[in-house]
C-alpha cells in the first residue's frame, strides 16, 4: 500500500513526459481550488502538474502564411491560461510571460484586449483566488448577479469562476452592504468582517459606481442599497 502511495505521488508531480510532443512542457500551477491567504509562498500553496502547447502547429502554419507575431501570441496567452484551467490549475501574468518570452506588461495588456473582444473574463490566479488590486472580475461577476439576475451556475460557466469563488464575492459584498447600510466606517468595517481593508475599499468602490449606473433603480419600492442586498440573497444560491 505505501509503494503504491509513493508511486501515485510520484506520477502525480512527476508525470512521464514520453507522450508529450516537442512543442509541449509540463508547469507546476497552483491548484484552481488552493485557498490564498497573506504571505502564503508558493512552497505552501497546493500544485497541480498541467500539459502546455507552447507553440501548437496551428500557430506554426498561421505564422507561415503570414500572421504577425504580435498576433499569434496574443491568442496564445488566452490559450495556455484556458489550458491551465481546464487541468486544474491557475497561472499568473508572470507564469504566461515567461513561457511565451513576453514581458508581463505585455500579458496585462493582451489579457484586456481578449476580455474586451470575447466579454469574457480569462481564468487567471489573480482572478480565480481574489489577488492583486483589479476590480474587473468581481465588478463584471456581481453585476451577473445583480443587474441581470442570473444564478450562480450561470455566473461560473460565463466567467469560468467556481462556485465557492462567486459565492464569497457575493457574501462580501453583502456584509459591507450591511455596514455601509448602518453608516459604519472602512476600518469598523474591516473589524466586522474580517475582511482587509483593500478589499473593504474595493467593495465601497463597486458600490459607489453601482450607485452612479443605476441612480434610480428600485425594486418593489426598496432604495437601491437595500435592493442590492435583497438580489444577492435572492440570486445568491446555488
Same mark, same amino acid.
Given at each position: ?19 508529450? /510532443? ?44 503570414? *500572421? /504577425? ?89 460565463? *466567467? ?79
Amino acid at each position: 500500500v505505501l509503494v503504491n502511495a509513493i508511486r501515485s505521488m510520484i506520477d502525480a508531480f512527476f508525470p512521464s513526459t514520453s507522450h508529450l /510532443r516537442s512543442v509541449q512542457t509540463i508547469w507546476s500551477a497552483v491548484h484552481k481550488n488552493e485557498q490564498s491567504s497573506y504571505g502564503k509562498t508558493i512552497t505552501k500553496s497546493k500544485l497541480t502538474p498541467v500539459i502546455l502547447d507552447l507553440l501548437p502547429m496551428e500557430e506554426i502554419k498561421a505564422r507561415s502564411e503570414g *500572421t /504577425r507575431l504580435r498576433d499569434i501570441k496574443h491568442q496564445a496567452v488566452a490559450r495556455l491560461f484556458q489550458q491551465a484551467y481546464n487541468q486544474d490549475g491557475v497561472l499568473t501574468n508572470a507564469e504566461v510571460a515567461l513561457l511565451l518570452k513576453i514581458s508581463p506588461s505585455t500579458v496585462s495588456k493582451y489579457v484586456t484586449n481578449w476580455e474586451k473582444e470575447h466579454a469574457a473574463l480569462l481564468p487567471r490566479r489573480g482572478t480565480i483566488h481574489d489577488m492583486g488590486p483589479t476590480l474587473t472580475h468581481k465588478k463584471e461577476i456581481l453585476q451577473k448577479l445583480i443587474f441581470d439576475g442570473k444564478s450562480v451556475e450561470a455566473v461560473c460557466r460565463e *466567467t469560468q469562476h467556481s462556485p465557492e469563488a462567486v459565492l464569497r464575492y457575493s457574501s462580501n459584498f453583502k456584509q459591507v452592504l450591511m455596514c455601509r447600510r448602518k453608516g459604519l466606517s472602512n476600518t469598523e468595517i474591516a473589524f466586522a468582517t474580517n475582511l482587509s481593508l483593500r478589499l473593504i475599499e474595493e467593495y465601497q468602490k463597486l458600490i459607489d459606481d453601482y450607485a452612479k449606473q443605476h441612480p434610480s433603480w428600485e425594486c418593489d419600492g426598496q432604495p437601491w442599497l437595500d435592493n442590492f442586498i435583497h438580489q444577492l440573497e435572492k440570486n445568491s444560491k446555488l
